[in-house]
């Protein structure tokens, strides 16, 4: 007789091992730490230390909001699911539409901005031209996202860890040589630069569907790994931006550990650049895997479409020039973003009055008190996101 070690679900007409509560924590984790971080200190240094360790704590917090909303309605729901799917069956087809436009949208440029990033840091690593890096990167990614969530959640759980570690290890190196002038540095005029890129940065809710997705036993367990998951990532960001600004000031690179390596070499540029891989690695499969699941979830179309679907078109975008990294953050992190999660809040609204499930032990008390901040800084960001692009 077979030993099964761990309880079983069936997902997706496939039975899996349910994952543990860490395993949760590292699927959202790996999916936030991307390449979002590496653009961080660079929007950062623009409007000032204060100003930007002010403002991720702010959106972590909307961002933690958010997340826990989104996990309220994954508890809800009687069936496997993506953002799109959810949107379908409590608004409607119009809200399916348009949150399958955004979030495909949304996943697409994400996926691209790790393609450019990977190429720019491995390049800086190896040497060679970041172009080949880009498409060599791309190739190896898309391996893991056909073969399927098992192999990346090992992957990104390892991935995550080491990141985690590495950015800690960074951060304290560098917090030592931290110059004051650089600490009493503001500038008002730059005061929305950061606002898509941050939010870019600490997205990761396709994440918290998923994670839900193969750990549906204790809705107090999930509970918890969305809100360490979330928080996580929001510690480390400033704890990396205030050390990374406060040794480099206005001439933090975009891609910050390409200017870390320039300034410190050695193994700062070697830790900086790998630790810069390994985030853009893990946030590529999570969110390749999110995307492919956005196509067979709630797009009903087969595996090997879905795979095609997933992996061809940023390679597409990359060979057509799209590698602005920091500008393909900010559109995505301000507009696509905040529409996914203004819909989102919407269809909690209706999941908690027509939910399959009773999620009452998930956790959320008081709806509206994190429903309203998520409303207003997403709807601002949008807006702000698109005066920039005609600005």
Partial sequence: MVQIDRPV?????????ISSVPEAIFMITGMTIGAGVLGLPYVVAQVGIKIGLVYIFV???VMLFLNLIVGDIAVRTGEQLQLPGFAGKYLGKWAKGLLSTTTVL???GVLLAYVVGEGITLSALFGGEPMYWSLGFWFIGSIFIWRGLQTVKVVEKFFSFLVMAIITVLSFYLLPKF?????AWMDYGKIFLPYGVILFA???TPAVVEAHALLPGSQKHYHWAVVIGTLLPMVLYM??????????GLSTTEVATIGLGIKFGGWVSVAGNLFAALAMATGFMGMGMALKQTWMWDQKVRTSVAN????SVPAILFVLGLTNFVAILDVVGGLFIGIEAVLMVLVCV???????IDGSRFGIKYFWPLAVPVLIVFSIASVVSVIKMFV
């Fill in 9 to 17: 679900v069936l997902h997706q007409g496939v039975y899996k091992k």
């Fill in 59 to 61: 959106l972590g917090m």
């Fill in 106 to 108: 949304s996943a697409y």
């Fill in 179 to 183: 110059q004051i002038t650089n600490w």
């Fill in 202 to 204: 600490l997205h990761a």
């Fill in 239 to 248: 704890l990396f931006a205030a050390a990374v600004v406060g040794v480099s």
């Fill in 308 to 311: 095609l679907f997933t992996i």
């Fill in 350 to 356: 209706k999941a908690r009055r027509k939910c399959d």
